[in-house]
């Protein structure tokens, strides 16, 4: 995580670039991909939970609020069922989206602490996943 942590703190410093997590799934664990028809009619995310940060842009009227991304297969109002999970969110973040297909998006206030935020992350996609995990991690990093 040292290295994640690393280009995270980069990101941070130019407010450019973002970056996913996602857990590792063995391949005979991997969900089947629905269909063309399925897929129309899917109702969840995907089975293998996707966590995004993107820093906010600095803008005409200052830095503008991280955005804060869970791509997850639980449904609806995940919002409150992660703080009754024991996964509530950091203070001063405020939700803007909690939809089954499209995920759900915090705003987060810019300048508070990135490797917190990445520790939410996979916690959070490491509770939420619905399949088996390796316990190994990938980090796309985009800058």
Same mark, same amino acid.
């Given at each position: 995580?040292?290295? /994640?942590? %690393?280009?995270?703190?980069?990101i ?5 670039g @973002?970056?996913? /997590? +996602? ?8 969900? %089947?991909?629905p269909?063309?028809?399925g *897929? ?5 995310g ?7 940060w993107?820093?906010g ?17 639980? *449904?609806?109002?995940?919002?409150k069922?992660?703080d009754?999970m024991?996964?509530?969110?950091? #203070?001063? @973040? +405020?939700? /803007?989206?909690?939809?089954p %297909? ?6 987060? #206030? ?20 619905a ?5 190994? @991690?990938?980090?796309?990093? +985009?800058?």
């Amino acid at each position: 995580m040292a290295e /994640v942590y %690393r280009h995270a703190d980069a990101i941070a410093a130019s407010r450019r670039g @973002w970056i996913n /997590v +996602r857990p590792e799934v063995d391949p005979d664990d991997q969900p %089947r991909e629905p269909g063309p028809i399925g *897929g129309i009619f899917a109702f969840l995310g995907p089975a293998v939970p996707v966590g995004t940060w993107i820093p906010g842009k600095n803008g005409r009227h200052g830095i503008e609020p991280d955005s804060v991304g869970l791509l997850h297969p639980q *449904g609806q109002q995940l919002a409150k069922r992660l703080d009754e999970m024991g996964l509530a969110r950091p #203070p001063g @973040w +405020r939700a /803007v989206q909690d939809h089954p %297909r499209k995920g759900l998006v915090f705003r987060a #206030p810019p300048g508070g602490d990135v490797h917190a935020l990445l520790d939410w992350l996979v916690s959070a996609c490491g509770t939420l996943a619905a399949v088996p995990l390796t316990g190994r @991690w990938i980090a796309e990093v +985009r800058t």
